[in-house]
Nanobody
Framework: QLVESGGGLVQPGESLTLSCAAS????????MRWYRQAPGKQRELVAE???????NYAESVKGRFTSSRDNSKNTAYLQMNSLKPEDTAVYFC?????WGKGTLVAVSP
């Protein structure tokens, strides 16, 4: 099971950190991904954390978002800086064919 948290309503330019707490799996054994789905749009990949090697980011978030994991807490994170209105979406984490239910991020003046 994956459970996201940390979403909310923020103004443009502000920051948020999302968490993805895992149970029933150990994240240090799996690649993990962050996706988002904006209203009326398809779900898109935001960040992919392989077990080894560099983390891959969507072009739209490069330089602003940072994905990480804390294996001791079995939790992944998505640090989001300089948020823009177009970042508004429900954010999901994904690992081992399992989706979380998502957390809403709304960016509005």
């Amino acid at each position: 099971q994956l459970v996201e948290s940390g979403g909310g309503l923020v103004q443009p330019g502000e920051s948020l950190t999302l968490s993805c707490a895992a149970s029933g799996m150990f994240i240090d054994k799996h690649s993990m991904r962050w996706y988002r789905q904006a209203p009326g749009k398809q779900r898109e990949l935001v960040a992919e954390m392989p077990l080894t090697g560099p983390i891959n980011y969507a072009e739209s978030v490069k330089g602003r978002f940072t994905s990480s994991r804390d294996n001791s807490k079995n939790t992944a994170y998505l640090q989001m800086n300089s948020l823009k209105p177009e970042d508004t979406a429900v954010y999901f984490c994904y690992a081992v064919h399992t989706w979380g239910k998502g957390t809403l991020v709304a960016v509005s003046p």
